[in-house]
């Protein structure tokens, strides 16, 4: 991972409660992200995963993990706050930083 102050990091917060969901999408992020560093940030109370500049989660692999169907949605009550922009439909969740065209 880059280290350099400039970098900035995007992703999303889960509750610390949701703890088997978190290392699902974590696990899920390393699959739909390869070339990038997941970093997991254990608060205790929330979990912060995140990436810099950019990450993405497929709720394809968020299933395959899971090993059932699994909607986005149903991530919503778990996510207590995100880092970056976000763009999201019922296939994935893009978090970023600059406009997505």
């Given at each position: ?20 969901l978190?290392e699902?999408v974590?696990?899920a ?7 990038t ?22 709720r ?6 899971l090993?059932?169907?699994f909607s986005?949605a ?17 296939n ?5 930083l600059d406009?997505?065209?």
């Amino acid at each position: 991972m880059t280290t350099e102050a400039h970098v900035r990091m995007v992703g999303p917060v889960i509750r610390g409660v949701d703890n088997e969901l978190a290392e699902a999408v974590i696990e899920a992020m390393e699959i739909d992200n390869p070339d990038t560093d997941i970093v997991v940030d254990d608060r205790g109370g929330y979990i912060r995963i995140s990436a810099a500049q950019r990450c993405r989660l497929t709720r394809a692999s968020l299933s395959e993990v899971l090993g059932h169907e699994f909607s986005l949605a149903e991530l919503e009550p778990s996510l207590s706050a995100f880092a970056g922009r976000i763009n999201a439909d019922e296939n994935e969740i893009v978090w970023f930083l600059d406009r997505e065209d």
